[in-house]
Nanobody
Framework: QVQLVESGGGLVQPGGSLRLSCAAS????????MFWVRQAPGQGLEWVSK????????FYTASVEGRFTVSRDNAKNMMYLQMQGLKSEDTGVYYC????????RGPGTQVTVSS
């Protein structure tokens, strides 16, 4: 079955950077759009970024455009999210998903942006 495992989160100061990773297994990763979604404290799931199966096109929600970069390595069944210029409002649990609404996702990785 689909298995997704996120890693790379942590505590970072405003303006800092983190790189999240997503390890995928149990499905034909190279055939699927992949998504990053996040959940801020007390909030619902929010779509952050998506990438086409071959990685040729990427899309971002407006609040992270220009700061975050999504990529994938289909040979390794991995997806990444490079986050720069982090802000306090980026705090939350980040999930990789095979659905834009996060319906199928991993356990998540916590990102905390605080001084």
């Amino acid at each position: 079955q689909v298995q997704l495992v996120e890693s790379g989160g942590g505590l970072v100061q405003p303006g800092g950077s983190l790189r999240l990773s997503c390890a995928a297994s149990g499905f034909s990763f190279e055939d699927f759009w992949m998504f990053w979604v996040r959940q801020a404290p007390g909030q619902g799931l929010e779509w952050v970024s998506k990438i086409t199966p071959n990685g040729g096109s990427t899309f971002y929600t407006a609040s992270v455009e220009g700061r975050f970069t999504v990529s994938r390595d289909n040979a390794k069944n991995m997806m990444y999210l490079q986050m720069q210029g982090l802000k306090s409002e980026d705090t939350g649990v980040y999930y990789c998903s095979t659905y834009e609404n996060g319906a199928v996702r991993g356990p998540g990785t916590q990102v905390t942006v605080s001084s």
